[in-house]
Nanobody, 127 residues
Framework: QVQLVESGGGVVQAGDSLRLSCAAS????????MGWFRQAPGKEREFVAG????????YYADSAKGRFTIDRDKAKIMVYLQMNSLKPEDTAVYYC????????????????????WGKGTLVTVSS
């Protein structure tokens, strides 16, 4: 059974940094995409950053560009989200997600592409 477990959330001040981690188990994700999403109170879950399988090409939401970096270890069982220059509007529950296959129809959004989800880790940024 596939499990994704996030860690690294916490309470920080504006301008601080955090590094989120996601540990994947119960499957292999060496050629599958993985991503980070977030959901703020009263808002829909949104894409933050993603990394494709074989190419390790990265993608970012506009809100994350220049501040956040997604990467993963060579064994491809851990994926990370380095978040710098945090803002109060980054406050949300952050979720790790993974796709079950390496296939990616070009019309698929990151959100719709994910098949597995973690339970999330809370990030609170105070002003």
């Amino acid at each position: 059974q596939v499990q994704l477990v996030e860690s690294g959330g916490g309470v920080v001040q504006a301008g601080d940094s955090l590094r989120l981690s996601c540990a994947a188990s119960g499957g292999t994700f060496s050629s599958q995409a993985m991503g980070w999403f977030r959901q703020a109170p009263g808002k829909e879950r949104e894409f933050v950053a993603g990394i494709r399988g074989n190419s390790d090409t990265t993608y970012y939401a506009d809100s994350a560009k220049g501040r956040f970096t997604i990467d993963r270890d060579k064994a491809k069982i851990m994926v990370y989200l380095q978040m710098n220059s945090l803002k109060p509007e980054d406050t949300a529950v952050y979720y790790c997600a993974a796709r079950a296959t390496s296939l990616w129809p070009f019309t698929l959004t990151w959100y719709d592409a994910m098949n597995y989800w973690g339970k999330g880790t809370l990030v609170t940024v105070s002003s």
